[in-house]
């Protein structure tokens, strides 16, 4: 299968381990990645919709054209592009009035937004079109007795009318594929609860990480697995602020899905960028070395 | 209709121990704009809020409203059908605490998309120059070079070690050119 992956900002600049962590398991999976030029920021579903809507959706759009000149579907990498890059494509396929205001700006670059591909994040394109099978047949090193503590992040499945990845309120998708890497998905009382990111308090998010990191303690889980750099960042830097800011020790490794899967496949902690977190992943680095 | 819902809306933001004086002040004296409204209508999915029959079906799984008890989407639905435009679009309003989860947007039964009428009115007070500065600071960074974070030699360095192709250009004109009217 061969696909136009869209890493984002996040992604390819702030955290590339994660950028890496994918190109080194995916072909395995039989996914081609084609890299395309051109791409912008997605842009970010917070604080550029916040800014206009009618922008976010004319430079999203721009994105999505330049995909469709290559002919392939997009995978998205991170929960925010996702968000932007599907409700623009669902947006401009559906409601003519605007893809043809969109269109008019677009038309000044040479360059038109015709609803030809999907957009979809990565693991919505594995589990659908490649399969969990495939997944579990990649592994070499099941990462037995690994307790993964799953945050879902909102955009990967709300909302669920446009995304249709998943019951947003019983997802399985990931636990389905922590289970691939021969981990067990445990489950915690805040799984659903967003990051609270987006939310502009100065203690309300941290509240919110707070709840979020004891829930998961709470079921004594090794560490965390997420699918959003966004949400990485409120948890793994989260957790060192928190630390400082309220006097909590928390040390709960934070692992992005497709560093589980490497590990699982047998690559090195370093290959996958787990040394750049700030959390250190030791705790489940020796459990995966011991199983 | 609006001497009694608003006469509600004001004894629920109350009920709700909003603990500040200056905010239960400000709020009697709140005046209605019709302009207001028709400014929500004519911005991009704020006509939605018209559909709002004030259930509060998108209270229950609102996080914003569970860590902070001032908020509440209902509420925001109905200062906009009052058309309470300083509440809303003035200076340090309750909408900027949406976390933009969408579940209120899972559980409407009218289809209102609560949250997409919360960011109806955050462009209306940009536009108002009401907004919280991040706002600015990261949407200016997407129209000066392309992303909401910016290239140090650390990221090339990160990458290089990684193995990872160096970053494209990013088309940061074009971006420009398209957005121009
Ligand atoms: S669920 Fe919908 S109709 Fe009910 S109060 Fe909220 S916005 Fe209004
Ligand atoms: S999107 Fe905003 S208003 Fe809607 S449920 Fe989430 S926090 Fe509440």
Redesign the pocket.
Known sequence: MKYTPFWGCMISIKYPQFEASIRKTVDKLGIELADVEGFTCCPDPIYYQAKDKMEWLTIAGRNIAVAEEAGHDIVTCCSGCTSTLSEANHILKENTELREKVNQKLKKVGKEFKGTIRVRHIVTAIRDDIGIDKVAETVTKPLKGLRVGIHYGCHLLKPSAIMQVDDPDHPAILADLVRATGAEPVEHKLGLLCCGKACMSDEIPDRMVIDLIESIEAVKADCMGLICPTCFDEFDLGQIVLNRKYQKNFELPVIYYFQLLGLAQGLEPKELGLHFHKIKAGRVTEKVAAA | MSGKLLANAVSERQNLKVTSTVKQVQLRQAEISFDFRQKLNDTLEGFRHN?????????ADCPAARYAPEYN??LI?LEALLGFEEELIGENSIIWLCTNCYN?FE????D?R?VEVIISLKNMSVERGTSPEEIAKISESVLKVGSTTFITPLVDRRRKELGLPSLKEIPVEELKEILED
Not at chain 2, 51 to 59: D, I, L, T
Not at chain 2, 107 to 110: E, N, S, T, V
């Open positions: 559909y709002c029959y004030q259930c509060g079906a998108c209270v989407p209902r639905l209120c559980r409407c039964p009218q209102v609560p």
